[in-house]
């Protein structure tokens, strides 16, 4: 028996066991298989529409499909831009520079972050992969998801269509101009206040020069990973955003209108589930003639910071339970930021 015990001990002690594969190896084969899987959806789509399946042609099949694909053609060049920015931060920025830039105060690098958020031109669907990179790099997660906020709101293209969508009308530009930075920065200082790092998903990127590795290789890989990523969960939070618009008939929104906290609620609740680009959002606002100027600011405000494919991006970067207590809160302080500043200056 005593032989039998130093046997196995024996065969313990020398036993080669295959180390686990590394999550870096695993992480580029998940985003390839929901990529994969994204286009054979689309491929599988296209066929059934090009052999004529008869309940595909209906009307509201149709509109479904004609809104998500809208949604997904729209946002798809600005997820493409956020995901180059990623990678390119990723490989080529030494890893101290934004830490060097930014104060080293958490408290003061929120609003620095906020403002900076203007040098994006792109919108919420650029933003998620470019805050992800910059918390990888070091950055304070409150001073990026402040940057995250404000890129898409803030940023001189969006500023531009709205000027244009409410031509004659510069307070509402300034509304919206003020009452996005203030909602980001008080995410960020929230965050700071009441946020906990374990509820951060740590995803696996390729982050740094890895020896043996050409930069260019790096940028690759980090290009791939968030783009097949981001992209699987652009296509359902598209989905989702489809489904309201054909879903909800008009006559609803008539019904809401006539009150002026039930229309910023319900606009507010509107911006979220229609899912419309930063860039076209104020021209969405602006044919909402029937509602104060306060609830089509709440919006122009809500809209870039939180909707669904916005939340589906967040959960697939950060995390659902992230993407569930960011965007509840951000809502919030969205709403009361654009019922301050509208009530102020509209």
């Given at each position: 028996?005593?032989?039998?015990?130093?046997?196995?001990?024996v065969a313990e002690e020398t036993a080669v066991v295959a180390p686990p594969c590394p999550p870096e190896r695993r992480a580029p084969v998940r985003s390839l298989l929901v990529g994969l899987g994204i286009v054979a959806?689309?491929?599988l789509a296209a066929v059934l529409v090009l052999t004529g399946v008869g309940w595909l042609n209906r009307p509201a099949v149709a509109a479904w499909r004609t809104v998500c694909l809208a949604i997904t053609v729209q946002a798809l060049p600005f997820l493409l831009l956020g995901t180059v920015l990623s990678g390119a931060i990723n490989a080529f920025v030494p890893a101290d520079l934004f830490t060097r830039i930014l104060p080293r105060r958490p408290a003061l690098a929120v609003p620095v972050a906020g403002v900076a958020g203007a040098v994006l031109p792109g919108c919420e669907c650029a933003s998620v992969p470019v805050a992800n990179s910059l918390i990888r790099r070091g950055v304070t997660p409150a001073a990026a998801f402040a940057f995250l906020l404000s890129a898409p709101a803030i940023n001189p293209i969006v500023l531009t269509a709205t000027a244009v969508a409410f031509p004659g009308n510069p307070?509402?530009?300034?509304a919206r101009l003020v009452a996005s930075l203030l909602t980001a920065a008080a995410m960020g200082w929230l965050w700071l206040w009441l946020g906990r790092e374990e509820w951060l998903r740590q995803t696996v990127r390729h982050t740094g020069h890895q020896a043996g590795d050409s930069r260019w290789s790096e940028f690759r890989l980090g290009f791939r990973h968030d783009f097949l990523q981001a992209g699987g969960f652009l296509v359902l939070g598209a989905m989702a955003a489809a489904t309201f618009n054909v879903a909800v008939p008009r006559s609803v929104?008539?019904?809401?209108?006539?009150?002026p906290w039930l229309s910023v609620l319900f606009l507010a609740g509107l911006a979220v589930l229609l899912a419309v680009c930063s860039e076209a959002d104020a021209f969405v606002a602006a044919s909402l003639t029937g509602f104060s100027p306060t609830a089509r600011l709440a919006f122009m405000v809500v809209g870039p910071m939180v909707d669904l494919k916005l939340i589906a991006l967040q959960a697939g970067t950060f995390g659902r339970g992230f993407a569930l207590r960011f965007s509840t809160a951000t809502t919030l302080v969205a709403i009361t930021a654009s019922a301050l500043i509208g009530g102020a200056l509209l």
């Open positions: 028996m005593q032989n039998t015990d130093a046997l196995v001990d959806a689309a491929g307070a509402m530009v300034a929104l008539d019904t809401f209108s006539g009150s």
